[in-house]
């Protein structure tokens, strides 16, 4: 299996629920690579000192939240350049339209097609490449990501097809609960690292008083019910993280703050997610001061994944007549 994540916005608690969360235990059970998709953060204008500093923290994190480098494979995507080179391939075999058709296309062009960077348009091949260079079966995501695992499998069929068999035809994996974490201050939105409004999300650096006073400003829906339901999206979604962090079921939640209104509830869920992160954020900060552990670390993780990727691409490069002859 493959997942990967981007290094440069905020790390918040959707990207732990959603994903990171469900990445730790498939360490045990499958073989895992888990990739710091760097090429992905030059969709947009970037600092290159800043780039490379988030990268190890975002490392440093990934590995605080129980990602283990002894136990699964976890590299930064750029120091595998089979990435961009199997990205080139599968450029070249989508179509305009697919890719015109994606929603986080839609959404961050904002009707400016003109104008963005053409890597907003042709990423979601740079990511069929990061999961199909390593034959997985299955990619773990939350639910924003359904669309472009799509694509993937679509690419990976048209390369098959005409080519000849390379790639494995991957799944979505996406968790029932949590695979769709909202923003907290707009529950029609989802929790966005690319979202500028700090009191949409919780970050996983957060202290415990900006987790508090966060959780205290969320919006609410009409009346006083700590209920799931529909009409009540904002809080399905408290009790969605409540439920996440504590490993309680929502029923629980529900009858043991019946009656008590939404804020008592709202200090209960603050102090809830302030004991979930407190052993990651000291983990992380025993971890981030050690530079050059990390970088060990992640250059261990890109030789093994390049004995990997390189196999899929002496296939690739075969079937499709590209590369020096064998
Ligand atoms: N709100 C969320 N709920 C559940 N899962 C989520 N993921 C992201 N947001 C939520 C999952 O986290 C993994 C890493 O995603 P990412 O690095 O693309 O982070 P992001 O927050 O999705 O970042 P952006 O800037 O907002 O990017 P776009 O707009 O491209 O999504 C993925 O598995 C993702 O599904």
Not at 32 to 42: E, P, Q
Not at 94 to 114: C, D, I, N, T
Not at 249 to 271: C, M, N, Q, S
Request: aromatic share 6%.
């Amino acid at each position: 299996m493959f997942s990967g994540i981007q290094p440069t916005g905020d790390f918040h608690l959707g990207n732990l629920l959603g994903a990171v969360d469900n990445w730790v235990p498939l360490q045990d059970t499958h073989d895992a690579y888990y990739c710091v998709v760097d090429l992905h953060a030059a969709t947009v204008p970037w600092d290159p000192a800043a780039l490379r500093r988030e990268v190890l923290s975002m490392t440093a994190l990934l590995i605080a939240c129980g990602l283990d480098p002894e136990r699964s494979i976890l590299f930064v995507q750029s120091h595998v350049p089979y990435h961009s080179e199997l990205c080139w391939i599968l450029t070249c075999i989508a179509r305009m339209g697919e890719l015109r058709r994606m929603v986080q296309f839609k959404e961050k062009s904002k009707g400016e097609s003109e104008s963005v960077g053409v890597g907003l348009l042709t990423y979601p091949a740079l990511q069929a490449a990061d999961v199909l260079l390593y034959r997985a079966h299955g990619v773990p995501i939350g639910e924003d990501q359904r669309q472009h695992i799509e694509l993937m499998r679509t690419l990976a069929g048209r390369f098959n097809q005409t080519f000849g068999p390379a790639f494995v035809v991957p799944e979505p994996w996406i968790r029932e609960e949590g695979a769709r974490i909202r923003a907290l201050d707009n529950p029609d939105e989802k929790m966005s690292k690319s979202t500028p409004r700090p009191a949409s999300k919780i970050l996983l650096t957060d202290s415990p008083t900006i987790i508090a006073k966060k959780i205290r400003s969320a919006v609410t829906d009409s009346g006083r019910e700590v209920r799931a339901a529909g009409d009540k999206p904002a809080i399905t979604n408290l009790l969605t993280i409540f439920s996440l962090v504590t490993k309680t079921p929502i029923p629980e939640l529900e009858e043991r703050y019946e009656g008590t209104g939404y804020a008592a509830f709202k200090v209960a869920l603050a102090d809830a997610v302030v004991d979930a992160l407190a052993p990651i954020q000291k983990r992380y900060e025993e971890l981030v001061s050690d530079r050059g552990e990390i970088e060990r670390t992640l250059a261990d993780g890109a030789s093994r994944a390049e004995a990997e990727a390189g196999a899929t691409m002496a296939d690739v490069r075969a079937k499709t007549g590209l590369g020096p002859p064998a």
